[in-house]
Nanobody, 124 residues
Framework: QVQLVESGGGLVQAGGSLRLSCAAS????????MGWFRQAPGKERKFVLR????????YYADSVKGRFTVSRDNTKNTVYLQMNSLKPEDTAVYYC?????????????????WGQGTQVTVSL
């Protein structure tokens, strides 16, 4: 059983930056690809990006390409989401998720474990 805890959310002005972290415990972190999803009020949870088990492969949704960067430190069991040039439409609860399989998975149902989420609010 893998436990995931996100942190780093908050309120930021448009154009600003935030760095989210997701700390994992209870499993072999390097065995899991990690994804970030977000969910705005009244909307479905959407894929943001994914990083492979080794960190050597990443995949981004078009909406965040060039603004968001994902990285991971398998020695610290942590994955990071650096968000730059934030826009009001980035406002959502951000979730990290772990997937024991390989490949490009963008469907939330393909992920095995989830964190509780952290709120990101971008103001004008």
């Amino acid at each position: 059983q893998v436990q995931l805890v996100e942190s780093g959310g908050g309120l930021v002005q448009a154009g600003g930056s935030l760095r989210l972290s997701c700390a994992a415990s209870g499993g072999t972190f390097s065995s899991y690809a990690m994804g970030w999803f977000r969910q705005a009020p009244g909307k479905e949870r959407k894929f943001v990006l994914r990083i492979s088990q080794s960190g050597g492969s990443t995949y981004y949704a078009d909406s965040v390409k060039g603004r968001f960067t994902v990285s991971r430190d398998n020695t610290k069991n942590t994955v990071y989401l650096q968000m730059n040039s934030l826009k009001p439409e980035d406002t959502a609860v951000y979730y990290c998720a772990a997937d024991r399989d390989m490949g490009i998975h963008t469907n939330p149902q393909q992920y095995d474990y989830w964190g509780q989420g952290t709120q990101v609010t971008v103001s004008l």
